[in-house]
């Protein structure tokens, strides 16, 4: 009997569709509250937006600047909540916002939000440094012309798929439970309210009953909003990134400027041990169920704005290793207006059992999850949800640290980095790896061991699942780690227990994929 076939004889309390950073909030919050608790996921966990963000973890500079203060000090409490559970996954990072005689923003100005930004998150953090004193081996070949100096700062910088699975671990280990390429097609109401889903999986159909659904399901929100009479609301926005070997454009902290045509702000930030510059913001006019891509358009506005701010790099489209693309979920005004000028607030609704949810910040996951089964509340009596704030702990560790010899030689930083992705799942897969799994993949700071344990234990169903989202091999690595194939085969073979046939058809998918919507 499979999975979904044995959730589908259990009556839920709570059925969370989508698997995105929101969903495994919710599952996680769920857990947390003794509830019976079931994610559904129509792809792959982290397939959206939440695997192709900009992988940064902040307060929000701009709603200072729109008066937002309260969101501004929720998203940078909840930035310092992760950098102190989830070091090593979660990790602070160094920002600078250079600034040019005559051009926004200038020192002061900036300065004056920081200020703010910083007695909001209980810690001054930010300096200026004048044009003579910025240290250019941390972003070297900085543009010099007009230049005054850089503002420094810091946030933090996240693998956001890796969050997304390491919030789900927490909540699986609390009794949830969480299925990928689980499809729900439709709800089903009793008296014009909502107490269950139709789910798909392949060719089989299955009705699972539930107190009360949830959807996180992001762009697609208006999906399942529909099938209770609803208007769409939804205005897909994507954005896209480039990704360069490091030593194309060597930065040691994060640089945001503001791009020559259109003054929208732009990064280019180290991270897995490459170079990343992002990010546009467009409407998003394909299908939602097709891979975003990027367009010619958008390569060339994100090269020009690299090489206006690093002009020796000359940084050409033979450079780039790969992109990604996402759809930001953000909630239209109904107004004709620049999408970058649209609200990025999130929005809950209740439609006869249907809680909804779209909208909102990466950072801010936590408290979105809990605002939404505080909506569900009035369906669940006898539960306390959400539970309390004072437990409200996101991220185990394991009781004892690990004594595996081969782990404590990895040295203090790759030792941070595997606790820090993995928490409690951490000894598990210490038991599993043999020596040679402790090798890195190439030349990221991806281990062997990761992939090996992905395969068997975190429901990879394709190869585009490792190498995408469970790893981040695919992006760093040279045609999506093609030279790495051989080895990744004996992965699969052994740990996901795949055949010949099924290895040489994934393969074929898998680069299919990867040039379609991963490479430029």
């Known amino acids: 009997m499979s999975d979904l076939a044995k959730a589908a004889g259990q009556e839920w309390d709570v059925i969370v569709v989508g698997g995105g950073i929101t969903g495994a909030g919710i599952l996680r ?40 203060i309260r969101v501004t000090k929720e998203s940078v409490q909840e930035r310092e909540r992760l950098l102190k559970e989830a070091p090593g996954l979660v990790n602070l990072g160094s920002f600078a916002m250079p600034h040019y005689e005559g051009k926004f923003p200038g020192p002061l100005a900036f300065g004056t939000l920081l200020n703010v930004y910083d007695f909001l998150a209980g810690k001054r953090a930010h300096r200026f440094e004048s044009q003579t004193t910025v240290d250019h081996n941390l972003i070297p070949g900085l543009r010099q012309e007009g230049l005054k100096g850089a503002t420094l700062f810091r946030d933090a910088i996240v693998d956001d798929a890796r969050l997304v699975m390491r919030t789900l671990d927490e909540a699986t280990q609390d009794g949830a439970t ?33 107190r009360v659904v949830i959807s996180a399901t992001g762009a697609w929100s208006d999906n399942l909003r529909k099938d209770v009479g609803q208007e769409p609301v939804v205005r897909p926005l994507r954005g896209s990134h480039l990704v360069l070997p490091a030593w194309r454009l060597p930065v040691a902290q994060a640089c945001c400027f503001m791009h020559p045509d259109d003054k929208r702000p732009v990064f280019v930030f180290p991270w897995e041990g490459a170079t990343v510059i992002g990010t546009t913001d467009l409407d998003h006019t394909t299908s939602l169920d097709d891979e975003p891509v990027i367009s010619a358009e958008e390569v060339e506005y994100l090269l ?18 790969s992109s990604w693309s996402g759809v930001r979920p953000v909630i239209s005004s109904g107004k004709d207006i620049d999408p970058s000028k649209e609200n990025r607030e999130h929005a809950i609704w209740d439609d006869s059992g249907l809680i909804s949810v779209c909208g909102g910040k990466l950072t801010t996951f936590r408290l979105i999850s809990r605002e939404a089964l505080e909506m569900a509340s009035s369906y669940l009596p006898g539960y306390t949800v959400p539970a309390v704030e004072n437990n409200a702990v996101l991220f185990n560790s394991p009781e004892t640290p690990p004594d595996d010899t081969r782990f404590l030689a990895l040295g203090a930083d790759l030792q941070n980095r595997l606790s820090g992705r993995y928490g409690v799942r951490l000894p598990e897969m210490l038991v599993l790896a043999g020596d040679e799994d402790f090798e890195r993949v190439g030349v990221t700071d991806f281990l062997w061991l990761e992939l090996r344990w992905a395969a068997k234990a975190e429901q990879v169903k394709h190869l585009d699942d490792l190498l995408l989202r469970r790893t981040r091999i695919g992006n760093l690595l040279p045609d999506g780690g093609r030279e790495l194939f051989d080895r990744i085969k004996t992965v699969m073979l052994n740990d996901a227990g795949w055949n ?12 299919g994929l990867w040039r379609q919507a991963y490479s430029i």
């Open 29 to 68: 919050e769920a857990a947390r509250c003794g509830l019976k608790a079931l994610l559904l996921e129509q792809k792959d966990y982290a397939w959206g937006t939440s695997s192709r963000s900009s992988k940064m973890v902040h307060g929000g500079l701009r709603y200072i600047a729109q008066g937002q």
């Open 178 to 210: 969480a299925l990928n390429y689980c499809k729900v097609a439709s709800l089903i109401k009793d008296s014009g309210r909502v107490c269950g889903v139709v789910v798909n999986q392949g060719e089989n159909s299955h009705s699972i009953a539930a």
């Open 304 to 321: 020009k704005a690299a090489n206006s701010e690093f002009p020796s790099a000359n940084v050409q489209r033979e450079d780039i290793v």
């Open 500 to 511: 010949e046939s099924q290895w040489q058809s994934e393969l074929e998918r898998y680069q």
